[in-house]
């Protein structure tokens, strides 16, 4: 079932969530069955693609879906993973994508324009998870890349720089992306 590939998946209340690059989907499943019911209802579509594509998502409590929009880019540079290309600041992707929407998860036919940023600053949340007893969202988000070919540094620091991260979520936080990147060797944020 299903016409093409994504990135996340869920179950929860009798629905199995998937999402490919542009949309979140919903199917009717019954726990046992091979296949789930009917067609896929659309919850949130016309979602950017290009850049960073996957679409990990979250279901919280209540009528929450987390959505991860994934940058356009790798560090929001002038051109795009180009050597010692400088970066856009303010960068604008932050403005559309590079974070986590929050949508209804009851509601059909939304687009982007319905959803609120919930974090920002998260170059591309590869890994969302909740919490199941405290209902905590969790995301892993990639870092940045080419430092060795775009900056200069050394094959170790380009293999360690930055490094992912794991943190907790809430409402309105901002990880700094793409101003800053978190170094295991300092164990400290820097610019």
């Known amino acids: 079932f299903g016409d093409e590939g994504g990135t996340?998946?869920?179950?929860?209340d009798g629905y199995l969530w998937f999402s490919p690059a542009s949309r979140v989907l919903r199917w009717r499943w019954t726990p046992g069955d091979l296949l789930p019911q009917g067609s896929a209802e659309t919850i949130?579509?016309?979602?950017?693609?290009?850049g960073h594509g996957a679409?990990?998502?979250a279901l919280l409590g209540g009528d929450?879906?987390?959505v991860n929009?994934?940058?356009?880019?790798?560090?929001?540079?002038?051109?795009d993973r180009a050597t010692r290309s400088p970066g856009e600041d303010p960068c604008t992707e932050l403005e559309s994508r590079a974070g986590l929407w929050r949508f209804s998860s009851t509601r059909l036919?939304?687009?982007?324009?319905?959803?609120?940023?919930?974090a920002t600053g998260l170059r591309n949340t590869m890994a969302l998870?909740?919490?199941p007893v405290t209902g905590a969202l969790y995301p892993a988000p990639h870092g940045r890349d080419q430092l060795g070919a775009n900056w200069g540094f050394t094959d170790q620091q380009n293999a360690e720089l930055?490094?992912?991260?794991?943190?907790?979520?809430?409402?309105?936080?901002?990880?700094?992306?793409?101003?800053?990147?978190?170094?295991?060797?300092?164990?400290?944020?820097?610019?």
């Open 162 to 191: 930055p490094a992912e991260e794991f943190m907790r979520v809430n409402a309105g936080d901002d990880f700094g992306w793409p101003y800053c990147y978190y170094d295991p060797q300092q164990s400290k944020k820097v610019l």
């Open 109 to 118: 036919g939304q687009r982007p324009a319905d959803g609120v940023r919930h």
């Open 44 to 50: 949130v579509e016309r979602l950017p693609t290009g």
């Open 55 to 57: 679409k990990t998502f």
């Open 129 to 131: 998870g909740v919490h």
């Open 8 to 12: 996340g998946i869920g179950y929860r």
């Open 69 to 79: 929009l994934g940058s356009a880019s790798n560090s929001c540079q002038r051109e």
């Open 64 to 66: 929450t879906l987390i």
